[in-house]
């Protein structure tokens, strides 16, 4: 495909690079301190926040892998994705209460808060850890793409998307971050959107497409089976992925930060709402696609499904299509590798350099270190890319795997610093230790076939749970054993912030917006609605054919 890509598709990439250049430098006369590096000058409006929050969880690996799984799975593996109502229902009310009270950039101080500072620096160690990885992976599958479309060599395309957002992230910090992701969400819907339109004049009559698909199992996205080693069934999507998600959108660094940056706590909660009651729509796009592409493609076997959507649009032969998609998914790991870059930095400097290092100093030279840790991690990626290319996948697969545990770490840690009345920091920590242990011994051995096959293989989005579950009862019982029971509700729980707010009598809402954790704002009782609805539209479209 690469000699075919031509001069007016390349115009348009270098124009969109061009284009996140130019944001960065328009954003970066706001960068006055360190604070302004993580959280802006809190001027982006809650709707380009709220942008930021989808663009950044569409990464490439959605974009190109969302279609490429509904292409051999069909619309089943949308049932992964139903949860979003209900996790931010739960993150609206009770996560970012807590953090953006606090006032501070790292959500994790949090944890010190509620539990003693060995608690934080875990948690931190665990999100540099896992945030490098995933920004290493996202990088990897992009450049590959890339490859594919334009010819350039994947490691070379490592090195050019890698210095082109340092330097937009390095010059205008968060507020860069935010008004990119706006410029690569437009981007990345409009590719979508143009390939969805010439897939339906492609295929149709639509309702002979729909025929096709029920006919090999492929339209129904409610899979009702009881059977935990498959990935995309009902169960998975609403009960273990709920899990999932909730840490993502939660207890996730990269994606609260940009909540934090609002100017209050309902531009906050209203960022957070747009995800909530836009992301289902998104993915029925992306795996509507791929299911259309089987029909397209007559169930044809690609041996790098990741390119389905590409092989199509190149086909096409329209002028410029090629070069928008490019852009897109250019825009989707650009999106999620400044949000990483820049998180990094920030836990790096609040979390170890300002606590361990240096605790005194004035606002340029955090700003400095801000900008100094962005570019380490930047280049610390590199390797960890070119690593996953050389490694055919095996190495992302195990690293995969080793991830899903430490998802199910942040779950417990967060959900019993909000809901536990017993739990310690000693406590916590050997519930820590229990669940990695116990993960070894049930993933490290063939993704849960436990030793020698004792144990019977379960699918991926359960990993969360059964690491979640360990890590909890480990914890309760370590901290009643060690520390014994607790006469009264931490400050930092869910029910000592109620309790403190009827004591004291303080205001629990600003500008008609809860302030206190555990309680509902109106905007949110929406949806859970929304989540019968998504549920019963599912049920509707199985029966389309």
């Known amino acids: 495909m690469a000699g075919n890509f031509g001069a007016f598709n390349w115009t348009i990439v270098i124009l969109y690079l061009l284009g996140n250049l130019l944001l960065g430098y328009m954003m970066s006369r706001r960068v006055k301190t360190s604070e302004d590096y993580y959280l802006g000058d809190r001027s982006a409006p809650w709707w380009a926040i709220g942008i930021s929050v989808v663009a950044t969880y569409v990464s490439a690996l959605s974009f190109l892998g969302g279609p490429a799984w509904a292409y051999g799975d069909g619309m089943a593996a949308l049932a992964i994705h139903v949860n979003y109502p209900l996790v931010i229902f739960v993150v609206v009310a009770v996560f970012l209460p807590f953090f953006f009270n606090s006032g501070v950039a790292s959500i994790y101080e949090y944890l010190e808060r509620r539990f003693g500072r060995a608690s934080r620096t875990v948690m931190s160690s665990l999100f540099l850890i896992t945030q490098s990885i995933t920004a290493a992976s996202i990088l990897t599958a992009t450049a590959v793409v890339v490859t594919y479309v334009t010819g350039i060599d994947a490691k070379t395309a490592v090195w050019i998307m890698t210095g082109i957002v340092l330097v937009y992230t390095l010059m205008g910090g968060m507020n860069a971050v935010i008004w990119t992701d706006v410029l690569q969400g437009f981007i990345l819907f409009l590719g979508a959107g143009i390939v969805l339109y010439c897939l339906l004049g492609e295929i149709t009559p639509l309702s002979g497409a729909l025929e096709n698909l029920a006919q090999n199992g492929k339209l129904n996205p409610i899979n009702t089976a009881l059977d935990f080693t498959v990935a995309p069934t009902i169960w998975a999507g609403v009960f273990a992925m709920t899990l999932f998600h909730i840490t993502v959108y939660g207890a996730n660094q990269m994606m609260v930060q940009r909540a934090l940056a609002a100017k209050n706590i309902g531009d906050a909660k209203k960022s957070y709402l747009l995800m909530g009651y836009a992301a289902f729509f998104i993915y029925f796009l992306f795996f509507f696609v791929g299911a259309l592409l089987y029909v397209h493609f007559k169930g044809e076997p690609f041996n790098q499904p990741n390119e389905i959507i590409l092989s199509f649009a190149n086909s096409l032969a329209i002028p ?127 993704g849960l076939g436990g030793v020698n096959g004792l144990y019977p293989q ?66 949110a009782w929406g949806l859970p609605f929304m989540f019968l609805a998504i549920i019963g539209f599912l049920i509707w479209f199985g029966t389309l054919a």
Request: charged letters at 10%; zero cysteines.
């Open 320 to 446: 410029g299509l090629m070069g928008i998609l490019a852009a897109a998914v250019l825009s989707a790991s650009m999106s999620s590798l400044s949000s990483a870059f820049n998180s990094l930095a920030t836990i790096s400097v609040t979390d170890f350099y300002r606590m361990f290092f240096k605790k005194t100093g004035d606002e340029k030279h955090f700003l400095l270190m801000s900008r100094v840790f962005t570019i380490f991690w930047g280049f610390l990626v590199i390797p960890m890319a070119y690593a996953f290319i050389s490694s055919g996948g095996s190495i992302l697969e195990a690293l995969s795997k080793a991830g899903s545990y430490f998802v199910g770490a942040k779950l417990a840690m967060f959900g019993m610093g909000f809901f536990s009345k017993h739990v310690s920091q000693r406590g916590l920590l050997i519930g820590v230790f229990a669940g990695f242990m116990g993960m070894i011994i049930f993933v490290g051995f063939g």
């Open 458 to 523: 379960i699918a991926w989005p359960w990993y969360v749970a059964i690491g979640g579950i360990i890590n909890i009862s480990v914890s309760w019982v370590a901290s009643v054993l060690l520390d014994g029971f607790k006469a009264e509700w931490h400050p930092q729980s869910v029910p000592g912030q109620l309790k403190a707010f009827r004591d004291s009598g303080a205001e629990q809402k600003v500008g008609g917006w809860y302030i206190v954790p555990g309680k509902i704002d109106r905007a």
